[in-house]
């Protein structure tokens, strides 16, 4: 009976020890990583560009064997580009897929929405493109790879009065837009404080198509320029019934112009206007070259913009925390990314700051020949 009985131990034995080496041999689990973007939708050309960035990144850091042994596996949900909708995404993202960080979003509206989200629940958040101060704010583990509006702001006022010679400006403002009032504000003061005249402010609000009123406002007051610290959907129609007024002068906006859209929308009335961003696929540097060189292989030979690039070193800045951590826990992450310095990005060097976010310079861009063409760099 004794004999019997350890003949049948033998083969039991032989499966646990088996067992526990195929476990050994698991792939470890995913590291996942939560995006929410505006993939469909009026701000569609941001999110989908933004998160082609994002996907080319994690390819590549994958193929490079990921981090802490794992893969990526990024798991993206569209908020559509409505209102409202982010904050239920992160949370589904967080309570559900158990994603360790999340990035997001390109629009500080809806940024906005998810900070609180992820700040209750210690998970970092790393926006590509959201500009507004109030992002950060929300609390420490919200960050950005961007510069911030009140930075881009006076970088706006230094190009509108050295480059553009404008003295006399007219502010055409979102009122609905948290990102357009900001700009506007952080445009208006150092403009003025260099001395600048902000010669009439008129408002609109997101989704209006007819802005002739406005412009009407604006014609008499005879501006040698127009801000319009807007989206390209309403930049692009405001330039056309511009035009269409005979408002000839130079009008300019911030990094909230940058979509192919621009000028698919705008066409003739959109060249000769500029704007700034965060990168230009037309720098020299070997690093934005291999970039673009690997977006268009991917992506059917779609040249990257400043929201591509974002994505990307939004992505990548995280990964590296996380490799510097050596772990995924929250908190780690959290100082690890806090602590970046001179990582050296596609849209440039980034540091950040003590308020979580980076500073940066600014590139201006135009609209030449139907095509956007790098004007100069404006350092902080």
């Known amino acids: 009976m004794i004999k019997a009985l350890r003949t049948l131990w033998l083969p039991a034995l032989a499966f646990t020890a088996f067992a526990a080496a195929a476990i050994a041999q698991t792939p470890a ?3 996942k990583v939560g995006e929410f973007a505006s993939l469909t939708g009026k701000e569609a050309a941001f999110g ?25 596996e990024l798991i993206t949900e569209d908020n559509q580009s ?10 589904k993202l967080i309570s559900r897929d158990k994603v360790i960080a999340l990035l997001g979003e390109v629009a500080s509206g809806r940024s906005l929405e998810a900070a609180p989200i992820a700040q209750n629940a210690k998970i970092p958040m790393v926006s590509p493109s959201s500009t507004n101060p109030k992002v950060t704010e929300m609390g420490s583990y919200i960050f950005r790879v961007c510069f911030i509006d009140p930075l881009q702001g006076r970088l706006l006022a230094k190009f509108a009065q050295n480059t553009l010679k404008a003295k006399r400006v007219a502010l055409l403002t979102s009122v609905s837009s948290p990102y357009s009032v900001g700009l506007a504000k952080f445009f208006k003061e150092p403009f003025i404080a260099q001395g600048g005249e902000i010669v009439i402010e008129q408002r609109f609000s997101e989704n209006d198509k007819d802005f002739k009123a406005q412009l009407t406002a604006i014609k008499p007051t005879k501006p040698d320029a127009i ?15 511009a035009r269409d007024l005979g ?4 009008i300019f906006g911030g990094d909230g112009w940058e979509a192919p859209q621009l000028i698919e929308i705008g066409g003739k009335a ?5 704007y700034t961003t965060h990168y230009s696929p037309e720098s020299t540097s070997p690093a ?3 970039f673009v060189a690997d977006f268009r292989a991917k992506f059917a030979g779609e040249t990257p913009d400043a929201m591509a690039a974002l994505g990307y070193d939004s992505a990548m800045v995280l990964a590296d925390a996380i490799k510097r951590a050596n772990t995924t826990e929250g908190p780690k992450v959290r100082d690890a990314l806090a602590a970046t310095k001179n990582y050296s990005g596609i849209t440039g060097m980034i540091t950040i700051d003590a308020k979580r976010n980076a500073t940066k310079s600014a590139v201006v861009v135009t609209v030449k020949d139907g095509q956007f063409k790098f004007v100069e760099t404006i350092a902080p």
Request: hydrophobic share 35%.
């Open 82 to 91: 409505k209102q409202g909708e982010s904050a239920t995404i992160a949370k």
């Open 48 to 72: 989908q560009s933004s998160h082609k960035g994002t996907l080319l990144a994690i390819e590549e850091l994958n193929a490079r064997g990921g981090a802490l042994g794992q893969q990526f």
């Open 288 to 290: 934005v070259q291999k």
């Open 227 to 241: 801000f319009v610290p807007g989206y390209y959907t309403e930049a692009a129609l405001i330039c056309k019934q």
């Open 29 to 31: 689990a995913t590291i």
């Open 247 to 250: 408002l000839e002068i130079p």
């Open 270 to 274: 959109v060249e000769g206007t500029y």
